[in-house]
């Protein structure tokens, strides 16, 4: 395998096998932390891999600044995603079905627990190397956007998001994409265990 390929496989297969699992598993609790468990397995070497090898994750000299945009944007991408919930028009426009799944509102807290930690900080990473490691670079940056926001069932903030995390990715590296998808994730699903509007996972 050369040394492009090698890049592009540890980029895209840890978001492969989580959709293919997606698509043949049932959506239950049981299924989503079986889902977790083999994407985090196979996430692990490939971020290992690519920042090893290649350092595509973490950039600059310090930490700080990839950090703290990534925080701000995750947190403005939280309010997009939760705020036109009020909004008839955007329940009927911009959302693909009914959104989310109510099996995850009757699995007990040990898998609601996984959910959280699985959405966070699993298939977030996976997500971010796979459209803007990889996708981005291949496709270019609207298509991205545009499959970003088709692959989630609230489109028009899902294209919000993948704008807003892929200039992150551009402007100021990897690194602070992954870190506001997983504070996006994280603060929504407190935010859904907190209230109970399962919807949104």
């Not at 973490?58 to 990534?70: D, I, S």
């Not at 270019?140 to 807003?164: P, T």
């Not at 990715?169 to 399962?198: D, F, M, P, Q």
Request: net charge positive; with cysteine.
């Amino acid at each position: 395998m050369t040394y492009r390929a090698k890049k592009n496989f540890a980029s895209i297969l840890p978001y492969a096998v989580w959709m293919v699992m997606l698509m043949m598993l049932p959506s239950t609790g049981e299924c989503y932390a079986a889902r977790t468990l083999v994407t985090a397995i196979l996430l692990l070497p490939c971020l290992f891999y690519l920042e090893r090898h290649h350092g595509v994750i973490h950039r600059n000299k310090t930490l700080f600044p990839e950090l703290a945009w990534g925080f701000l944007v995750g947190i403005v991408v939280l309010v997009a995603w939760v705020w036109p919930e009020q909004f008839e028009w955007y329940r009927k426009w911009c959302i693909f079905g009914d959104g989310g799944t109510s099996a995850i509102g009757e699995s007990d807290m040990v898998l609601k627990l996984v959910r959280l930690v699985g959405s966070a900080f699993v298939i977030s990473v996976a997500e971010e190397l796979f459209f803007r490691r990889w996708l981005m670079r291949f496709a270019g940056f609207w298509w991205m956007v545009v499959l970003f926001a088709v692959e989630h069932d609230r489109w028009l903030v899902g294209a919000f998001a993948g704008l807003m995390y892929g200039w992150l990715a551009v402007r100021k590296g990897l690194l602070s994409a992954i870190v506001a998808h997983v504070v996006t994730n994280l603060a929504l699903g407190l935010y859904v265990l907190e209230t109970g509007n399962w919807q949104f996972w």
